[in-house]
């Protein structure tokens, strides 16, 4: 059986898309290769391989074989995530220099034109100047560029400057030294906008990543030291100071503060924080000293994850940015055909070169994932991680939601109400029967049991031979006794309970004890619906959402009761792997389908559904892995929103792509027949990269 391995390796030098497409083509041909994805944004490579076909010194020939791309000896597959980049600006500051950039190519746009065309300032110059000094200046000026060019040609790779270069070389051999002279400072004008386009992709990554401490105060033989991060170990006390960010995921041992949690939740309220409490690397103590066990350090944290799964959004490419690579890849050969046919037919070489000159590949390739990383990067700051552009577009598509009960439409902290003995043991002991077998469980319901216990003061016996069934309950022997604490799929002595059947009419979820397979005791718990869930719900309707459907494992009437209230279907007594077929069966209809849960349970589901969604993700392993989009923060207000931001993204894209698609068809139109000279075909081919990037900006600033 092959054992295939994943790797990550920084690529250095890419500065386009088409830079990423070159160097995934090459890895993806090595043998041995499962998968690979490039990731302009994050300039890495993610690898799944077969190691005993290759390795990683055949990844880096292959690299370097696709142009001047280079891996550097160190790779970041197990260091933690950066902290911090003295690149990174606010998104205040980058508006303003989008908004110079833009001042500026147009200020050269119109100097040529008004200047150089309209009051023939070229023609007189390529009359005084001699010809053998203008080809010097030509090939001075686009050397960097042409260097690239003749690298990739011999390689058998076609990029956007082939196109511009073979223009400039028409026009020298025309005798246009001027014009070829402003198509290359067009071609440096180009490479510059498409360098600092990358780098806006990139940007919202860097401040994201930008927001972790460096280093952290830690407890070593009696004294504090200040270390790097990645230098702390698991079980070391941090100490943390009033106004400091916290640099590890961990447990507070001593002390009370404010915390500030807006980087891992987006929440502007701060949280009181305690001994038991957890605390998350990024977040900010704003009054009071903790002392902190570490529990996980770097890429482990909540914080790294997050950041891990933003890098790695590129790789989840929407179908229409697969569409938009693959109609970029066989752009440039249909416009050299194009060129070919203008010169076959005009037998004008100015025109054919302006042809070549003003298509422009790259932003085709730039249309969707400029957008799609602004707005995942943005939302992550907010608190809505967004696996990739494939889950927003299809959260804009989305047409049935599917919702879990306990911990999601809930607050998920649910109280006894009602311990009743059937067997006339005493309800102290019944409870501590139950608390005992519900000690490691992570359900909500088996934490109301234990409150409970400990509001009484009772003491728990140690379980033994503890089991979890997920949708049934839990089994344990507790003193020597058999001890199960579930519903009535795990206990049928409880089916026919009428006392059960009352306490359920009131809209409570039940608990049944046996011990040594009899039915001992019945325990009623009751959950507050979060407040702002029928507000959320009636957005979700008013987005066009007409299907929304409660799935959940409690009993038939406590589940009529929530969903008579929020005016919404219902199915209950549902194990997982039913909320599973609900999903398919949807799925199988033709609907775009979105789960929501609280990504323990639900996992399952949350992966089989076209958009799962997490509630309340933060310091939740399993939620961040099974979940599409993990909400970090438990506010159902947010799944509106996320939906809103995926339409609005979608949209941007569609903008994108229709503004590229006329932009270039009407340029090559008027340079084919001649109405647009090389010159402004030139500056033409500028623009488009600082047109998607100026609309795609917009979602940086999402209200």
Same mark, same amino acid.
């Given at each position: 059986?092959?054992?295939?391995?994943?790797?990550?390796?920084?690529?250095?030098?890419?500065?386009?898309?088409?830079?990423?497409?070159?160097?995934?083509?090459?890895?993806?041909?090595?043998?041995?290769?499962?998968?690979?994805?490039?990731?302009?944004?994050?300039?890495?490579?993610?690898?799944?391989?077969?190691?005993?076909?290759?390795?990683?010194?055949?990844?880096?020939?292959?690299?370097?074989?696709?142009?001047?791309?280079?891996?550097?000896?160190?790779?970041?597959? +197990?260091?933690?995530?950066?902290?911090?980049?003295?690149?990174?600006?606010?998104?205040?500051?980058?508006?303003?220099?989008?908004?110079?950039?833009?001042?500026?190519?147009?200020?050269?746009?119109?100097? =040529?034109?008004?200047?150089?065309?309209?009051?023939?300032?070229?023609?007189?110059?390529?009359?005084?100047?001699?010809?053998?000094?203008?080809?010097?200046?030509?090939?001075?000026?686009?050397?960097?560029?042409?260097?690239?060019?003749?690298?990739?040609?011999?390689?058998?790779?076609?990029?956007?400057?082939?196109?511009?270069?073979?223009?400039?070389?028409?026009?020298?051999?025309?005798?246009?030294?001027?014009?070829?002279?402003?198509?290359?400072?067009?071609?440096?004008?180009?490479?510059?906008?498409?360098?600092?386009?990358?780098?806006?992709?990139?940007?919202?990554?860097?401040?994201?990543?930008?927001?972790?401490?460096?280093?952290?105060?830690?407890?070593?033989?009696?004294?504090?030291?200040?270390?790097?991060?990645?230098?702390?170990?698991?079980?070391?006390?941090?100490?943390?100071?009033?106004?400091?960010?916290?640099?590890?995921?961990?447990?507070? =041992?001593?002390?009370?503060?404010?915390?500030?949690?807006?980087?891992?939740?987006?929440?502007?309220?701060?949280?009181?924080?305690?001994?038991?409490?957890?605390?998350?690397?990024?977040?900010?103590?704003?009054?009071?000293?903790?002392?902190?066990?570490?529990?996980?350090?770097?890429?482990?944290?909540?914080?790294?994850?997050?950041?891990?799964?933003?890098?790695?959004?590129?790789?989840?490419?929407?179908?229409?940015?697969?569409?938009?690579?693959?109609?970029?890849?066989?752009?440039?050969?249909?416009?050299?055909?194009?060129?070919?046919?203008?010169?076959?037919?005009?037998?004008?070489?100015?025109?054919?070169?302006?042809?070549?000159?003003?298509?422009?590949?790259?932003?085709?390739?730039?249309?969707?994932?400029?957008?799609?990383?602004?707005?995942?990067?943005?939302?992550?700051?907010?608190?809505?991680?967004?696996?990739?552009?494939?889950?927003?577009?299809?959260?804009?598509?989305?047409?049935?939601?599917?919702?879990?009960?306990?911990?999601?439409?809930?607050?998920?902290?649910?109280?006894?109400?009602?311990?009743?003995?059937?067997?006339?043991?005493?309800?102290?002991?019944?409870?501590?029967?139950?608390?005992?077998?519900?000690?490691? @469980?992570?359900?909500?319901?088996?934490?109301?049991?234990?409150?409970?216990?400990?509001?009484?003061?009772?003491?728990?016996?140690?379980?033994?031979?503890?089991?979890?069934?997920?949708?049934?309950?839990?089994?344990?022997?507790?003193?020597?006794?058999?001890?199960?604490?579930?519903?009535?799929?795990?206990?049928?002595?409880?089916?026919?309970?009428?006392?059960?059947?009352?306490?359920?009419?009131?809209?409570?979820?039940?608990?049944?004890?046996?011990?040594?397979?009899?039915?001992?005791?019945?325990?009623?718990?009751?959950?507050?619906?979060?407040?702002?869930?029928?507000?959320?719900?009636?957005?979700?309707?008013?987005?066009?959402?007409?299907?929304?459907?409660?799935?959940?494992?409690?009993?038939?009437?406590?589940?009529?009761?929530?969903?008579?209230?929020?005016?919404?279907?219902?199915?209950?007594?549902?194990?997982?792997?039913?909320?599973?077929?609900?999903?398919?069966?949807?799925?199988?209809?033709?609907?775009?389908?979105?789960?929501?849960?609280?990504?323990?349970?639900?996992?399952?589901?949350?992966?089989?559904?076209?958009?799962?969604?997490?509630?309340?993700?933060?310091?939740?392993?399993?939620?961040?892995?099974?979940?599409?989009?993990?909400?970090?923060?438990?506010?159902?207000?947010?799944?509106?929103?996320?939906?809103?931001?995926?339409?609005?993204?979608?949209?941007?894209?569609?903008?994108?792509?229709?503004? +590229?698609?006329?932009?270039?068809?009407?340029?090559?139109?008027?340079?084919?027949?001649?109405?647009?000279?090389?010159?402004?075909?030139?500056?033409?081919?500028?623009?488009?990269?600082?047109?998607?990037?100026?609309? @795609?900006?917009?979602?940086?600033?999402?209200?």
């Amino acid at each position: 059986m092959v054992k295939l391995q994943t790797l990550e390796v920084s690529v250095k030098g890419m500065d386009c898309a088409e830079c990423a497409q070159h160097v995934q083509h090459a890895i993806a041909k090595l043998p041995g290769v499962e998968s690979v994805n490039v990731l302009l944004a994050t300039e890495k490579a993610i690898i799944r391989f077969d190691p005993d076909k290759v390795d990683l010194s055949a990844i880096r020939k292959a690299v370097a074989s696709a142009g001047d791309y280079s891996v550097p000896e160190t790779t970041p597959s +197990t260091a933690a995530p950066p902290m911090g980049d003295a690149s990174t600006i606010s998104a205040q500051a980058f508006n303003w220099q989008l908004v110079l950039l833009l001042a500026g190519v147009f200020s050269v746009v119109v100097s =040529i034109v008004v200047v150089g065309e309209w009051l023939g300032m070229f023609e007189i110059l390529n009359e005084l100047v001699p010809f053998p000094i203008g080809v010097a200046i030509v090939l001075m000026g686009g050397l960097p560029v042409f260097r690239k060019v003749i690298r990739a040609t011999l390689k058998r790779q076609i990029i956007s400057h082939t196109l511009m270069t073979i223009g400039a070389m028409a026009a020298l051999a025309v005798g246009e030294w001027v014009t070829a002279a402003i198509v290359v400072v067009f071609m440096r004008v180009g490479e510059y906008v498409e360098n600092f386009t990358t780098a806006s992709a990139r940007r919202a990554v860097k401040e994201l990543t930008a927001i972790a401490p460096q280093t952290a105060r830690v407890e070593r033989d009696g004294a504090e030291a200040e270390v790097p991060v990645a230098e702390v170990k698991v079980g070391e006390i941090v100490i943390v100071r009033p106004g400091e960010k916290i640099p590890i995921d961990g447990e507070v =041992i001593a002390g009370q503060a404010t915390i500030d949690q807006a980087a891992i939740t987006g929440e502007s309220m701060p949280v009181e924080v305690a001994s038991g409490s957890h605390v998350f690397a990024a977040t900010i103590a704003k009054l009071g000293s903790l002392r902190v066990k570490t529990l996980s350090v770097g890429a482990d944290t909540t914080f790294g994850r997050v950041v891990k799964m933003v890098e790695e959004a590129e790789a989840h490419r929407a179908d229409v940015q697969r569409f938009a690579d693959k109609f970029s890849a066989s752009y440039l050969p249909v416009v050299i055909g194009l060129a070919t046919l203008t010169f076959l037919i005009s037998r004008n070489p100015l025109s054919t070169a302006a042809v070549l000159v003003v298509a422009c590949s790259c932003s085709i390739a730039l249309a969707t994932p400029i957008a799609m990383l602004a707005s995942i990067g943005a939302s992550a700051k907010r608190g809505l991680l967004i696996k990739g552009g494939k889950y927003l577009e299809a959260l804009a598509h989305a047409d049935v939601v599917l919702v879990d009960k306990t911990g999601t439409l809930t607050l998920g902290q649910p109280q006894i109400t009602d311990v009743i003995s059937l067997n006339g043991l005493p309800t102290s002991e019944v409870l501590a029967l139950a608390a005992a077998a519900e000690r490691y @469980s992570e359900h909500p319901l088996a934490a109301a049991v234990r409150a409970a216990a400990r509001a009484q003061n009772l003491s728990l016996s140690e379980p033994q031979d503890f089991e979890a069934m997920p949708g049934l309950g839990v089994r344990a022997r507790v003193n020597g006794s058999l001890v199960a604490v579930g519903n009535r799929r795990l206990i049928p002595a409880a089916q026919s309970l009428p006392l059960a059947q009352q306490l359920e009419g009131q809209g409570k979820t039940l608990l049944f004890v046996a011990q040594n397979d009899q039915l001992v005791a019945v325990l009623a718990a009751a959950d507050a619906l979060r407040p702002e869930v029928p507000g959320a719900l009636a957005e979700l309707r008013a987005l066009g959402i007409k299907q929304i459907e409660l799935l959940t494992g409690d009993n038939q009437r406590a589940a009529a009761a929530l969903a008579q209230k929020l005016g919404v279907q219902y199915r209950a007594n549902l194990l997982p792997e039913n909320k599973i077929e609900v999903v398919k069966d949807y799925q199988a209809k033709g609907h775009t389908v979105v789960m929501i849960g609280d990504g323990v349970n639900d996992a399952p589901a949350l992966a089989q559904s076209n958009i799962g969604i997490a509630m309340g993700a933060a310091g939740t392993d399993i939620a961040l892995e099974a979940a599409h989009v993990a909400l970090m923060r438990e506010d159902w207000s947010l799944v509106p929103e996320v939906i809103r931001i995926a339409r609005r993204t979608m949209g941007i894209v569609k903008m994108n792509l229709a503004f +590229t698609a006329v932009y270039n068809v009407v340029g090559l139109a008027l340079a084919a027949l001649g109405i647009l000279p090389p010159v402004l075909a030139a500056a033409a081919q500028s623009l488009p990269d600082l047109g998607i990037l100026a609309n @795609s900006a917009r979602l940086l600033r999402q209200k």
